[in-house]
Protein backbone atom coordinates (compact mmCIF):
# COMPACT_ATOMS: atom_id res chain seq x y z
CA UNK A 1 0.00 0.00 0.00
CA UNK A 2 1.41 3.29 -1.10
CA UNK A 3 0.86 5.64 1.95
CA UNK A 4 1.44 9.73 2.25
CA UNK A 5 0.84 11.70 5.00
CA UNK A 6 0.79 15.43 4.96
CA UNK A 7 -1.33 18.62 6.10
CA UNK A 8 -3.92 20.20 3.67
CA UNK A 9 -5.83 23.41 3.87
CA UNK A 10 -9.25 23.41 2.56
CA UNK A 11 -11.32 25.55 3.80
CA UNK A 12 -12.47 23.75 6.87
CA UNK A 13 -12.16 20.06 5.06
CA UNK A 14 -9.94 17.20 5.51
CA UNK A 15 -6.70 17.26 8.40
CA UNK A 16 -5.36 13.57 8.60
CA UNK A 17 -5.38 11.12 5.73
CA UNK A 18 -3.00 8.86 4.00
CA UNK A 19 -3.10 10.91 0.88
CA UNK A 20 -2.17 13.69 -0.83
CA UNK A 21 -3.01 16.74 -2.70
CA UNK A 22 -4.03 16.18 -6.43
CA UNK A 23 -1.75 18.04 -8.59
CA UNK A 24 -0.80 16.12 -11.87
CA UNK A 25 -1.14 12.80 -12.68
CA UNK A 26 1.74 10.23 -11.97
CA UNK A 27 3.78 8.46 -14.22
CA UNK A 28 3.68 5.11 -14.55
CA UNK A 29 7.01 2.99 -14.25
CA UNK A 30 6.84 0.10 -16.74
CA UNK A 31 7.92 -3.20 -14.60
CA UNK A 32 9.88 -5.85 -16.00
CA UNK A 33 8.01 -9.00 -15.14
CA UNK A 34 8.95 -12.94 -15.78
CA UNK A 35 8.27 -14.94 -18.47
CA UNK A 36 4.28 -15.38 -18.65
CA UNK A 37 2.81 -17.93 -20.78
CA UNK A 38 -0.73 -16.87 -21.71
CA UNK A 39 -3.28 -19.35 -21.76
CA UNK A 40 -5.03 -21.01 -24.61
CA UNK A 41 -8.79 -20.22 -25.39
CA UNK A 42 -10.76 -18.66 -27.91
CA UNK A 43 -13.22 -16.17 -25.67
CA UNK A 44 -12.62 -13.50 -23.48
CA UNK A 45 -11.10 -14.16 -20.05
CA UNK A 46 -12.40 -11.86 -17.33
CA UNK A 47 -10.40 -11.24 -14.07
CA UNK A 48 -9.48 -8.86 -11.07
CA UNK A 49 -7.13 -6.35 -11.53
CA UNK A 50 -3.97 -6.68 -9.60
CA UNK A 51 -4.02 -3.64 -7.53
CA UNK A 52 -1.05 -3.24 -5.76
CA UNK A 53 -1.27 0.35 -4.06
CA UNK A 54 -3.56 3.01 -3.81
CA UNK A 55 -2.87 6.76 -3.16
CA UNK A 56 -6.21 9.29 -1.82
CA UNK A 57 -6.03 12.69 -3.92
CA UNK A 58 -7.70 16.00 -1.92
CA UNK A 59 -9.13 18.40 -4.64
CA UNK A 60 -8.12 21.85 -3.16
CA UNK A 61 -12.00 22.90 -2.96
CA UNK A 62 -15.04 22.82 -0.43
CA UNK A 63 -17.17 20.86 -0.58
CA UNK A 64 -13.90 18.04 -0.95
CA UNK A 65 -13.41 16.05 -3.64
CA UNK A 66 -11.52 12.72 -3.70
CA UNK A 67 -9.83 11.23 -6.32
CA UNK A 68 -8.46 7.97 -5.42
CA UNK A 69 -5.58 6.58 -7.43
CA UNK A 70 -4.73 2.59 -7.94
CA UNK A 71 -1.75 0.99 -9.66
CA UNK A 72 -0.50 -2.25 -10.22
CA UNK A 73 0.62 -4.60 -13.37
CA UNK A 74 -1.27 -6.77 -16.00
CA UNK A 75 0.30 -10.11 -16.77
CA UNK A 76 0.53 -9.23 -19.81
CA UNK A 77 0.29 -6.91 -22.91
CA UNK A 78 -3.39 -8.37 -23.86
CA UNK A 79 -5.07 -8.06 -20.21
CA UNK A 80 -6.80 -4.49 -20.11
CA UNK A 81 -8.94 -2.70 -17.61
CA UNK A 82 -12.61 -4.13 -18.27
CA UNK A 83 -14.94 -2.10 -15.77
CA UNK A 84 -14.34 0.19 -12.71
CA UNK A 85 -17.49 0.65 -10.27
CA UNK A 86 -17.20 1.60 -6.47
CA UNK A 87 -20.50 1.53 -3.60
CA UNK A 88 -20.47 2.84 -0.06
CA UNK A 89 -21.24 0.45 2.83
CA UNK A 90 -21.47 2.55 5.61
CA UNK A 91 -17.70 4.19 6.61
CA UNK A 92 -16.03 2.10 3.57
CA UNK A 93 -16.10 3.27 -0.45
CA UNK A 94 -15.95 -0.50 -1.71
CA UNK A 95 -13.98 0.08 -5.61
CA UNK A 96 -13.99 -3.04 -8.03
CA UNK A 97 -11.66 -3.59 -11.20
CA UNK A 98 -12.16 -5.91 -13.51
CA UNK A 99 -9.95 -6.82 -16.34
CA UNK A 100 -10.40 -8.78 -19.61
CA UNK A 101 -7.70 -10.77 -21.81
CA UNK A 102 -8.96 -11.94 -25.33
CA UNK A 103 -8.58 -15.80 -25.88
CA UNK A 104 -6.54 -16.49 -28.35
CA UNK A 105 -4.07 -13.75 -29.16
CA UNK A 106 -0.29 -13.68 -28.66
CA UNK A 107 1.23 -11.36 -25.89
CA UNK A 108 3.84 -9.88 -24.26
CA UNK A 109 5.92 -12.13 -21.83
CA UNK A 110 6.36 -9.06 -19.07
CA UNK A 111 4.23 -7.15 -16.83
CA UNK A 112 2.56 -4.23 -17.65
CA UNK A 113 2.20 -1.31 -15.37
CA UNK A 114 -1.60 0.47 -15.34
CA UNK A 115 -2.81 3.09 -13.12
CA UNK A 116 -6.55 4.03 -12.91
CA UNK A 117 -8.20 7.24 -11.47
CA UNK A 118 -11.54 6.59 -9.72
CA UNK A 119 -13.78 9.84 -8.40
CA UNK A 120 -15.57 8.70 -4.97
CA UNK A 121 -19.25 10.68 -4.43
CA UNK A 122 -18.64 12.32 -1.31
CA UNK A 123 -20.70 15.11 -1.13
CA UNK A 124 -22.92 15.05 1.38
CA UNK A 125 -21.08 12.79 3.76
CA UNK A 126 -20.96 12.98 7.91
CA UNK A 127 -17.35 14.09 9.56
CA UNK A 128 -15.62 10.84 10.13
CA UNK A 129 -12.96 8.33 9.09
CA UNK A 130 -13.43 6.67 5.89
CA UNK A 131 -11.66 3.30 4.35
CA UNK A 132 -11.26 3.32 0.63
CA UNK A 133 -10.92 -0.93 -0.39
CA UNK A 134 -9.89 -1.10 -4.29
CA UNK A 135 -9.68 -4.85 -4.90
CA UNK A 136 -8.50 -5.39 -1.40
CA UNK A 137 -6.08 -2.45 -0.89
CA UNK A 138 -7.26 -0.67 1.30
CA UNK A 139 -6.57 3.26 2.43
CA UNK A 140 -8.46 5.87 4.52
CA UNK A 141 -9.01 9.55 4.79
CA UNK A 142 -10.82 11.40 7.63
CA UNK A 143 -13.54 14.38 7.33
CA UNK A 144 -13.26 16.97 10.23
CA UNK A 145 -16.01 18.70 9.24
CA UNK A 146 -19.53 17.63 7.17
CA UNK A 147 -19.26 17.60 3.59
CA UNK A 148 -21.71 20.06 2.56
CA UNK A 149 -21.62 23.52 0.73
CA UNK A 150 -21.15 26.13 3.52
CA UNK A 151 -24.39 28.86 3.01
CA UNK A 152 -22.36 32.04 2.64
CA UNK A 153 -24.35 34.65 4.55
CA UNK A 154 -25.28 38.29 4.34
CA UNK A 155 -26.20 41.03 5.60
CA UNK A 156 -28.38 44.41 5.75
CA UNK A 157 -27.70 47.55 7.20
CA UNK A 158 -28.62 51.33 7.07
CA UNK A 159 -28.98 54.70 9.01
CA UNK A 160 -32.20 56.03 10.50
CA UNK A 161 -31.91 59.92 10.36
CA UNK A 162 -32.90 62.95 11.33
CA UNK A 163 -34.10 64.55 7.86
CA UNK A 164 -32.87 68.20 8.67
CA UNK A 165 -35.73 70.73 7.51
CA UNK A 166 -35.61 74.24 9.24
CA UNK A 167 -38.01 76.44 7.99
CA UNK A 168 -38.72 79.93 9.87
CA UNK A 169 -41.43 80.52 12.21
CA UNK A 170 -44.26 82.56 10.55
CA UNK A 171 -45.04 82.87 6.73
CA UNK A 172 -43.27 80.45 4.49
CA UNK A 173 -40.31 81.80 2.81
CA UNK A 174 -40.89 81.86 -1.08
CA UNK A 175 -38.10 79.34 -1.55
CA UNK A 176 -37.61 76.27 0.59
CA UNK A 177 -34.72 76.64 2.83
CA UNK A 178 -32.14 74.60 2.56
CA UNK A 179 -32.84 70.51 2.84
CA UNK A 180 -36.62 71.51 2.60
CA UNK A 181 -38.65 70.65 -0.41
CA UNK A 182 -42.34 72.68 -0.81
CA UNK A 183 -45.41 70.49 0.28
CA UNK A 184 -48.72 70.66 -2.49
CA UNK A 185 -50.63 72.14 0.17
CA UNK A 186 -47.66 74.97 0.88
CA UNK A 187 -45.73 74.64 3.70
CA UNK A 188 -42.02 72.79 3.60
CA UNK A 189 -40.78 69.09 4.82
CA UNK A 190 -37.36 67.31 4.47
CA UNK A 191 -36.13 66.61 1.35
CA UNK A 192 -35.81 62.81 2.12
CA UNK A 193 -32.31 62.51 1.22
CA UNK A 194 -29.40 61.57 3.53
CA UNK A 195 -27.06 64.45 3.41
CA UNK A 196 -23.87 64.94 5.50
CA UNK A 197 -24.33 66.56 8.39
CA UNK A 198 -27.60 65.13 9.48
CA UNK A 199 -27.33 63.30 12.66
CA UNK A 200 -28.39 59.79 13.16
CA UNK A 201 -31.20 59.06 15.77
CA UNK A 202 -30.62 56.38 18.47
CA UNK A 203 -32.13 53.75 19.89
CA UNK A 204 -35.02 53.14 17.35
CA UNK A 205 -36.54 50.03 16.91
CA UNK A 206 -35.77 48.44 13.51
CA UNK A 207 -37.58 45.09 12.30
CA UNK A 208 -36.23 42.48 9.81
CA UNK A 209 -39.20 40.22 8.16
CA UNK A 210 -38.73 37.14 5.81
CA UNK A 211 -39.94 37.60 1.97
CA UNK A 212 -41.83 40.99 0.65
CA UNK A 213 -43.38 43.40 2.32
CA UNK A 214 -45.41 43.67 4.95
CA UNK A 215 -43.35 41.19 7.07
CA UNK A 216 -41.69 41.01 10.37
CA UNK A 217 -40.54 38.55 12.43
CA UNK A 218 -37.42 37.37 11.58
CA UNK A 219 -35.16 40.05 14.25
CA UNK A 220 -35.00 43.35 15.77
CA UNK A 221 -32.98 45.51 16.28
CA UNK A 222 -32.34 49.00 18.07
CA UNK A 223 -29.87 52.09 16.73
CA UNK A 224 -27.25 52.79 18.23
CA UNK A 225 -25.76 56.15 19.13
CA UNK A 226 -25.17 57.10 15.36
CA UNK A 227 -28.09 55.98 14.51
CA UNK A 228 -26.74 52.70 12.25
CA UNK A 229 -28.57 49.57 12.42
CA UNK A 230 -27.67 45.90 10.74
CA UNK A 231 -28.91 42.59 10.61
CA UNK A 232 -26.11 39.92 10.01
CA UNK A 233 -25.97 36.39 9.47
CA UNK A 234 -28.55 36.42 6.67
CA UNK A 235 -29.18 33.44 3.97
CA UNK A 236 -29.66 34.33 0.24
CA UNK A 237 -33.36 35.45 -0.43
CA UNK A 238 -36.05 38.90 -0.13
CA UNK A 239 -36.20 40.23 3.39
CA UNK A 240 -38.48 43.27 4.45
CA UNK A 241 -36.77 45.95 7.02
CA UNK A 242 -39.67 48.64 8.44
CA UNK A 243 -39.45 50.62 11.16
CA UNK A 244 -43.07 51.92 13.28
CA UNK A 245 -43.43 54.93 14.30
CA UNK A 246 -46.19 54.25 16.61
CA UNK A 247 -44.10 51.14 18.58
CA UNK A 248 -43.74 52.27 21.68
CA UNK A 249 -40.32 52.75 22.12
CA UNK A 250 -40.00 54.65 18.94
CA UNK A 251 -43.02 57.00 19.66
CA UNK A 252 -41.34 58.62 23.06
CA UNK A 253 -37.94 59.40 20.70
CA UNK A 254 -40.16 60.25 17.12
CA UNK A 255 -43.41 61.35 17.63
CA UNK A 256 -44.23 64.02 16.68
CA UNK A 257 -43.23 64.14 13.04
CA UNK A 258 -43.20 61.97 9.63
CA UNK A 259 -41.32 59.57 7.42
CA UNK A 260 -39.87 61.32 4.49
CA UNK A 261 -37.75 58.11 2.99
CA UNK A 262 -39.29 56.38 2.21
CA UNK A 263 -42.22 58.16 2.89
CA UNK A 264 -45.02 57.30 5.30
CA UNK A 265 -46.54 58.16 8.70
CA UNK A 266 -46.77 55.18 10.65
CA UNK A 267 -44.97 51.83 9.20
CA UNK A 268 -42.59 52.25 6.75
CA UNK A 269 -40.82 49.75 5.09
CA UNK A 270 -38.49 48.55 2.33
CA UNK A 271 -38.06 45.50 0.63
CA UNK A 272 -34.50 44.16 0.15
CA UNK A 273 -33.37 40.74 -1.99
CA UNK A 274 -30.10 39.93 -1.09
CA UNK A 275 -28.13 37.62 -2.60
CA UNK A 276 -25.72 34.85 -1.54
CA UNK A 277 -22.77 36.18 0.35
CA UNK A 278 -24.14 39.53 -0.33
CA UNK A 279 -23.98 42.76 2.18
CA UNK A 280 -26.83 45.47 1.72
CA UNK A 281 -25.87 48.86 3.30
CA UNK A 282 -27.72 51.78 2.63
CA UNK A 283 -31.24 51.20 3.78
CA UNK A 284 -32.00 54.15 5.70
CA UNK A 285 -35.08 55.75 7.13
CA UNK A 286 -35.44 59.19 7.48
CA UNK A 287 -37.54 60.94 10.08
CA UNK A 288 -38.77 64.61 10.01
CA UNK A 289 -39.76 65.95 12.88
CA UNK A 290 -42.69 68.06 13.84
CA UNK A 291 -40.43 70.07 16.26
CA UNK A 292 -36.83 70.08 16.25
CA UNK A 293 -35.77 68.07 19.64
CA UNK A 294 -35.21 70.61 22.53
CA UNK A 295 -31.30 70.63 22.72
CA UNK A 296 -29.66 69.00 25.88
CA UNK A 297 -28.20 71.96 27.54
CA UNK A 298 -24.87 71.51 29.89
CA UNK A 299 -22.23 73.65 31.97
CA UNK A 300 -19.16 74.41 32.60
CA UNK A 301 -18.04 75.04 36.06
CA UNK A 302 -15.52 75.14 39.02
CA UNK A 303 -13.60 77.21 41.72
CA UNK A 304 -11.51 79.99 41.81
CA UNK A 305 -9.19 79.26 44.73
CA UNK A 306 -5.83 80.75 47.02
CA UNK A 307 -3.73 77.98 46.31
CA UNK A 308 -1.60 78.03 49.82
CA UNK A 309 2.37 77.99 49.96
CA UNK A 310 3.57 79.66 53.12
CA UNK A 311 7.13 79.41 53.61
CA UNK A 312 8.57 81.23 56.80
CA UNK A 313 10.60 84.19 56.45
CA UNK A 314 14.07 84.35 55.65
CA UNK A 315 16.05 81.68 53.85
CA UNK A 316 14.18 78.86 52.35
CA UNK A 317 14.23 75.75 54.11
CA UNK A 318 16.14 73.11 53.11
CA UNK A 319 12.85 70.74 52.15
CA UNK A 320 9.53 72.44 50.73
CA UNK A 321 7.15 73.31 53.03
CA UNK A 322 3.28 71.68 52.76
CA UNK A 323 1.88 72.88 49.79
CA UNK A 324 4.75 74.21 47.88
CA UNK A 325 7.42 73.02 45.17
CA UNK A 326 10.65 74.09 44.60
CA UNK A 327 11.40 76.89 42.01
CA UNK A 328 14.68 76.43 39.67
CA UNK A 329 15.86 79.57 41.47
CA UNK A 330 15.47 77.99 44.71
CA UNK A 331 12.22 79.66 45.89
CA UNK A 332 9.02 78.10 46.42
CA UNK A 333 5.61 78.23 44.92
CA UNK A 334 2.02 76.74 45.48
CA UNK A 335 1.81 73.01 43.88
CA UNK A 336 -1.28 73.95 41.66
CA UNK A 337 -3.17 71.45 43.13
CA UNK A 338 -6.90 72.05 44.78
CA UNK A 339 -6.64 70.94 48.60
CA UNK A 340 -8.93 70.67 51.57
CA UNK A 341 -8.87 73.59 53.10
CA UNK A 342 -7.67 75.80 50.71
CA UNK A 343 -10.28 79.01 50.83
CA UNK A 344 -12.04 80.17 46.76
CA UNK A 345 -11.54 83.24 45.76
CA UNK A 346 -14.77 85.66 45.78
CA UNK A 347 -15.56 88.23 43.21
CA UNK A 348 -13.33 87.18 40.39
CA UNK A 349 -14.55 87.76 36.90
CA UNK A 350 -14.63 84.56 34.11
CA UNK A 351 -15.04 84.87 30.92
CA UNK A 352 -16.10 81.82 28.32
CA UNK A 353 -15.85 81.78 24.74
CA UNK A 354 -16.13 79.80 21.84
CA UNK A 355 -13.65 77.36 20.41
CA UNK A 356 -10.43 76.71 21.83
CA UNK A 357 -8.10 79.05 23.66
CA UNK A 358 -7.69 82.20 24.02
CA UNK A 359 -11.36 83.35 23.29
CA UNK A 360 -13.58 85.44 24.85
CA UNK A 361 -17.16 86.70 24.52
CA UNK A 362 -20.22 84.42 24.96
CA UNK A 363 -20.44 85.12 28.68
CA UNK A 364 -18.79 86.52 31.70
CA UNK A 365 -19.76 85.29 35.75
CA UNK A 366 -18.39 86.40 38.79
CA UNK A 367 -17.32 83.95 41.99
CA UNK A 368 -19.46 83.28 44.75
CA UNK A 369 -18.26 84.22 48.04
CA UNK A 370 -16.51 80.22 48.22
CA UNK A 371 -14.83 80.76 44.94
CA UNK A 372 -17.44 78.89 42.75
CA UNK A 373 -18.53 80.09 39.01
CA UNK A 374 -20.25 78.25 36.29
CA UNK A 375 -22.05 78.62 32.54
CA UNK A 376 -25.29 76.94 32.06
CA UNK A 377 -27.53 76.21 29.22
CA UNK A 378 -24.43 75.36 26.78
CA UNK A 379 -24.58 73.26 23.55
CA UNK A 380 -22.31 71.18 22.83
CA UNK A 381 -18.96 72.18 21.34
CA UNK A 382 -15.79 73.58 22.46
CA UNK A 383 -15.42 76.60 24.49
CA UNK A 384 -12.17 79.00 26.51
CA UNK A 385 -12.62 79.29 29.97
CA UNK A 386 -10.28 81.96 31.16
CA UNK A 387 -9.63 84.47 34.32
CA UNK A 388 -7.47 87.57 33.77
CA UNK A 389 -5.94 88.63 36.48
CA UNK A 390 -5.22 92.37 34.66
CA UNK A 391 -9.28 92.94 34.44
CA UNK A 392 -10.36 95.92 36.22
CA UNK A 393 -12.50 93.77 39.04
CA UNK A 394 -9.65 91.25 39.23
CA UNK A 395 -6.71 93.41 39.67
CA UNK A 396 -8.23 94.49 42.75
CA UNK A 397 -8.18 90.94 44.19
CA UNK A 398 -5.65 89.20 42.66
CA UNK A 399 -2.14 91.52 42.34
CA UNK A 400 0.39 90.42 43.25
CA UNK A 401 0.65 87.16 42.83
CA UNK A 402 0.74 84.30 40.27
CA UNK A 403 -1.63 81.41 38.50
CA UNK A 404 -0.92 78.12 39.50
CA UNK A 405 -3.08 76.11 37.58
CA UNK A 406 -2.71 76.43 35.07
CA UNK A 407 0.28 77.76 34.99
CA UNK A 408 0.19 81.64 33.66
CA UNK A 409 1.20 85.06 34.65
CA UNK A 410 -1.74 87.17 33.64
CA UNK A 411 -4.92 85.18 32.06
CA UNK A 412 -4.76 81.43 32.59
CA UNK A 413 -7.16 79.87 30.06
CA UNK A 414 -8.67 76.22 29.91
CA UNK A 415 -10.33 74.63 26.46
CA UNK A 416 -13.25 72.73 27.30
CA UNK A 417 -14.51 69.87 24.98
CA UNK A 418 -18.75 69.92 26.24
CA UNK A 419 -20.65 66.65 24.71
CA UNK A 420 -24.10 67.34 24.54
CA UNK A 421 -25.91 67.24 28.27
CA UNK A 422 -22.64 67.29 30.20
CA UNK A 423 -21.97 69.23 32.92
CA UNK A 424 -18.34 69.89 33.61
CA UNK A 425 -17.66 71.35 36.85
CA UNK A 426 -14.03 70.69 37.31
CA UNK A 427 -12.67 73.42 35.50
CA UNK A 428 -10.72 75.52 38.08
CA UNK A 429 -8.43 78.24 38.88
CA UNK A 430 -5.23 78.01 41.39
CA UNK A 431 -3.84 81.46 42.78
CA UNK A 432 -0.40 81.83 44.79
CA UNK A 433 -0.29 85.70 45.99
CA UNK A 434 2.78 87.10 46.46
CA UNK A 435 2.08 87.79 49.81
CA UNK A 436 -0.70 86.15 52.06
CA UNK A 437 -3.98 88.28 52.15
Avoid at 401 to 417: D, R
Wanted: charge should be negative; proline fraction near 9%; glycine fraction near 14%.
Amino acid sequence: MKTKVLAVAIGLALVSCGCSLLEEDATPTVMVAPTFTPADGEGPTPGLAHVESIEILILESFPVQIRVVATGNHPDGCTTIDDVSDSQDGNTFLVTITTVRPGSEACTEALVPFEETISLDVYGLSAGVYTVDVNGITDTFELTVDNVAQPQEGSIGGTVWHDLCASPWGPAPPTPPEGCVELPGGGYQANGVFEAGEPGIAGVVVNLGAGACPSTGAATTTTAANGTYSFTGLAAGTYCVSVDALDPTNETILIPGGWTSPAGDGTVSVAVTVAAGEDRVGVDFGWDYQFLPAPQEGSIGGTVWHDLCAPPWGDPPPTPPEGCVVLPDGGYLANGVLEAGEPGLAGVVVTLGAGACPSTGVATTTTAANGTYSFTGLAAGTYCVSVDALDATNVTILIPGTWTNPPAEVIAGVTVNLAAGEDNLGVNFGWDFQSAP
